[in-house]
Structure formats: structure tokens, C-alpha cells
Nanobody, 125 residues
Framework: QLQLVESGGGLVHNGDSLTLSCAAS????????IGWFRQAPGAERVGVIC???????TEIDSVKGRFTISRDNAKNTVYLQMYNLRPEDSGTYYC???????????????????WGQGTQVAVSS
């Protein structure tokens, strides 16, 4: 069973940067697609960015040019690097994984099988 643990959240200011980590255990991540999702208080969980097993990425328009996702299979960890953060980026960030031998990924919730518990990000204006 794959287990995911997010870390790196915190309180930052508008325009700051932050890097989140998603550490996996139980299975090697090599053939998993990984996604990052955000859930603001009172709102639905939405996909933000994802990475396929071979490193192809997909992101939503609002984070293009500001968020990047990368993976280090040797460390069984995926990273979300966030730059120029805005208050609307605030929320709980979840990483999710699915075993998928493909060269693409999806930012929709039902694409993924395994979920972490989330880490909170708050961006003050």
C-alpha cells in the first residue's frame, strides 16, 4: 500500500516562495503519476499540477509560470515549488498518486487512488 506524506506548508506573504514535499513509502514511485491538489476553506478540492512517470507535467492556468512540479524517484519524493504566491493560493495542499504507465497525467480527482493528509499553506496579502 502506497502512503503519502506532505510537508513544507506554512504562512508566507504575498509574492513569497514555498516548496512542498510529498514523500512516499510502501512502494517505489517510479511508475506513478503524482498530482497536487488544493482545497480552500469551504471550497471543493481542485487539481493544480501533476507529473507523469516520465516527467511530463500539466498545470492549471492560474499557476502557469509560478508553480513547478518535479520528482526525485531515488528519494521517492515529489516536490511542488511555488513562486510569487498570492492569497488565492491559500488552502490545504494534498498530493495524490496513481499507478499509471503513461506519458501524461491529469489534474482531476478521480484519476488518483492514493492521497496524503495535506499540508496547509496560507498567503497573507
Amino acid at each position: 500500500q502506497l502512503q503519502l506524506v506532505e510537508s513544507g506548508g506554512g504562512l508566507v506573504h504575498n509574492g513569497d516562495s514555498l516548496t512542498l514535499s510529498c514523500a512516499a513509502s510502501g512502494r517505489p514511485l517510479d511508475h506513478y503519476a503524482i498530482g497536487w491538489f488544493r482545497q480552500a476553506p469551504g471550497a471543493e478540492r481542485v487539481g493544480v499540477i501533476c507529473i507523469s512517470e516520465n516527467g511530463n507535467t500539466t498545470e492549471i492556468d492560474s499557476v502557469k509560470g509560478r508553480f513547478t512540479i518535479s520528482r526525485d524517484n531515488a528519494k521517492n519524493t515529489v516536490y511542488l515549488q511555488m513562486y510569487n504566491l498570492r492569497p488565492e493560493d491559500s488552502g490545504t495542499y494534498y498530493c495524490a498518486a496513481v499507478y499509471f504507465r503513461g506519458n501524461y497525467c491529469r489534474t482531476r480527482l478521480n484519476f488518483y487512488m492514493f492521497w496524503g493528509q495535506g499540508t496547509q499553506v496560507a498567503v497573507s496579502s
